[in-house]
Nanobody, 126 residues
Framework: QVQLVESGGGLVQAGGSLRLSCLASGRTFSSCAMGWFRQAPGKERDFVAAISRSGLTYYANSVKGRFTISRDNAKNTVYLQMNSLKPEDTAVYYC????????????????????WGQGTQVTVSS
């Protein structure tokens, strides 16, 4: 049974930083691509960042240069380092895992992911 558990969310002032973590269990972590999405109240779930099995990364334009996704296969964990946070970054952040696509694929669509975590709230105050 696959489980994804996010942690690291919280309340931070604009300009601050947070690091989200997502611990995966139940399948071979190194065989999956991982992604982060976010959903603000009343809005759709949006792509934030993703990392392929090989370590390739891709970011939404809104976070490029401020957020960094990384993975530690030994710890079965993917991270999202968020710097220079803005109030518009406020949302519930979800991690997702894709065991279907290939070695260098960086999935960007929510439909490409097989499993999702429960989400962690990030609130950025102005």
């Amino acid at each position: 049974q696959v489980q994804l558990v996010e942690s690291g969310g919280g309340l931070v002032q604009a300009g601050g930083s947070l690091r989200l973590s997502c611990l995966a269990s139940g399948r071979t972590f190194s065989s999956c691509a991982m992604g982060w999405f976010r959903q603000a109240p009343g809005k759709e779930r949006d792509f934030v960042a993703a990392i392929s099995r090989s370590g390739l990364t891709y970011y939404a334009n809104s976070v490029k240069g401020r957020f960094t996704i990384s993975r530690d296969n030994a710890k079965n964990t993917v991270y999202l380092q968020m710097n220079s946070l803005k109030p518009e970054d406020t949302a519930v952040y979800y991690c997702a895992a894709d065991w279907t696509n290939g070695w260098n694929t960086v999935p960007r669509g929510a439909y490409e992911y097989d499993y999702w975590g429960q989400g962690t709230q990030v609130t950025v105050s102005s």
